[in-house]
């Protein structure tokens, strides 16, 4: 079944302590994003990679960090994570958006830093 | 720059109403346009999008939207709502490729309550 996979679905964690959550797709999609989701704010764009050692900032990038080294996985780093980042966050792939084949989502990962 | 507007944070129905959720668009370049549902605890998933064509898009579930370009419009329709249609909507613009990479831009979603 194609899907991009997050782990863990829930997480808390206490502030500062550095924390990864995985995203993985077996479409072989180039383009993979982060998104964090708040109430009344929608979706924002973390950061982004349009393929393998290729990633960039999106509107929210700080406090975060990602890397692509396989184009099947694209973590999500929080080196000192602190309350302002507790977020329902999701990952996304698209084979290329661009020609608007869409995204694939994730189911998400409720963090709580506390 | 692109941004997304949707009208109304909550919508309420009763089953069997029409279902309407408001979006407007903002977008330098011609915009490909897209709605999303969320269901409790689950990830994002597409229910319909324009890219070029024709401006009335038929999407899963029975909901369909139409595009407006002289009024920046993508509102999302469905002619009967269902209990099972009791979601949160998210509107998302892209700019198809172009300086932002085809990024998805989002509102802020209209929850949606069907009343039995």
């Known amino acids: 079944e194609a899907q991009v996979t997050q782990n863990p679905r829930y997480l808390i964690t206490v502030t500062g302590k550095k924390l990864t959550v995985t995203c993985s797709q077996n479409?072989?999609?180039?383009?993979m994003s982060w998104y964090r989701q708040d109430p009344g704010l929608g979706l924002r764009q973390i950061y982004y990679?349009?393929?393998?050692?290729?990633?960039d900032k999106g509107d929210v990038p700080e406090g975060y960090k990602v890397s692509r080294k396989e184009k099947r996985n694209f973590p999500l780093i929080l080196e000192s994570p602190s309350p302002n980042q507790t977020s329902l966050y999701f990952c996304?792939?698209?084979?290329?958006?661009?020609?608007?084949?869409?995204?694939?989502f994730g189911s998400g990962t409720r963090l709580t830093v506390v | 720059a692109q941004s997304v507007t949707q009208l109304g944070s909550h919508v309420s129905v009763s089953e069997g109403a029409l279902v309407l959720l408001r979006c407007n668009y903002s977008?330098?370049?011609?915009?490909?346009l897209f709605w999303y549902v969320q269901y409790p605890n689950q990830g994002l998933q597409l229910l319909l999008k324009?890219?070029?064509?024709?401006?009335l898009v038929k999407g899963i579930n029975g909901f369909e939207a139409e595009f407006k370009k002289s009024e920046t419009s993508f509102h999302l329709t469905k002619p009967s709502a269902h209990m099972s249609d009791a979601a949160e909507y998210f509107c998302?613009?892209?700019?198809?490729?172009?300086?932002?990479?085809?990024?998805?831009?989002f509102g802020q979603g209209t929850i949606l309550t069907v009343h039995p």
């Open positions: 998302a613009v892209s700019d198809g490729g172009g300086t932002s990479y085809g990024k998805l831009t």
């Open positions: 996304a792939s698209s084979l290329y958006p661009g020609l608007n084949y869409g995204y694939t």
């Open positions: 479409m072989n999609h180039e383009y």
């Open positions: 977008s330098s370049v011609p915009p490909y």
């Open positions: 990679s349009m393929n393998v050692e290729v990633t």
């Open positions: 324009y890219t070029t064509g024709a401006t």
